[in-house]
């Protein structure tokens, strides 16, 4: 029970690796806070994780500021505080190659993604620095790290969410806080399933072909799992993970290599 006591606030937090995550941190004790956009997903999700008080959800749009601090807000007051922060929302919007992209949906891919995290930090700080003890995660992604044709404002807005992860960290490195970016590679969530044939378009090939497209580019040449990025979450939000801060590690089975 490594996080009995503390209290874990996530983005996305009712499908996907969100939900892998919050299965993690509840099975190790901590109570958990997850934000959407679907009320009745939200509800149907409580009642499946089967604990109580120790979980409730807010309804809300991650791209809209008063949304996200309202979230950080409900749960320092729903539960207590506020020691964990995984900003998981985010996604890629709209590919285009650059001379068709909009700035709408430039724009949409930095509320999406860099707006969020630093709404929900910013917010989270408060409590986490006044308790001498947090740890903000960052999903981020291996696009951060790289790059590909039609990712443009998805790729720059993960590198922007990394570098944000590696400036705050020495910030608030002798406060007690951590703050890192986990950068998955391809996981196949419903999200994927859902968005992807889109995504494949969008790059010129079939759904199929781009799947296998991501898996060969790994070095165990299949996708990763939810479980393997939960575990690291899980690392990260322990106190055993309190000598990790900084850093955006690699969960893409060996895509990126650094």
Known sequence: MKLEGKVAAITGGTAGLGRGIAEAFLAEGASVALMARNPDKGQ??????????????????VMKQEDVEGFIDATVSGLGSIDILVNNAGGAGDLQPMVDLSDEAFDEAMKWN?????????????????????????????????????????????????????????????????????CPGLVITDIIKNNGPATAEAMGMEFDAMIDM???????K?????????????????????????????????????
């Open 214 to 220: 991501f898996a060969q580019e790994a070095a165990i």
């Open 114 to 182: 860099v707006y969020s995290t630093f709404w929900a930090t910013r917010r989270a700080l408060k409590t986490m620095l006044a308790n001498q003890w947090g740890r903000v995660i960052n999903m981020s992604s291996m696009e951060g790290k790289h790059g590909k044709p039609v990712f443009t404002a998805y790729t720059a807005a993960k590198h922007a969410v990394n570098g944000m992860t590696k400036s705050l960290a020495r910030e608030v490195g002798t406060e007690g806080v951590t703050v890192n970016s986990i």
């Open 44 to 61: 149907k999700v409580l009642d499946e994780l089967g604990v109580g008080d120790r979980a409730f959800f807010f309804a809300g749009d």
């Open 222 to 258: 299949r996708p990763n799992t939810v479980e393997e990025i939960a575990a690291v979450a899980m690392l990260l939000a322990s106190p055993e993970g309190g000598g990790i801060t900084g850093a955006t590690i690699s969960v893409d089975g060996g895509t990126a290599q650094y």
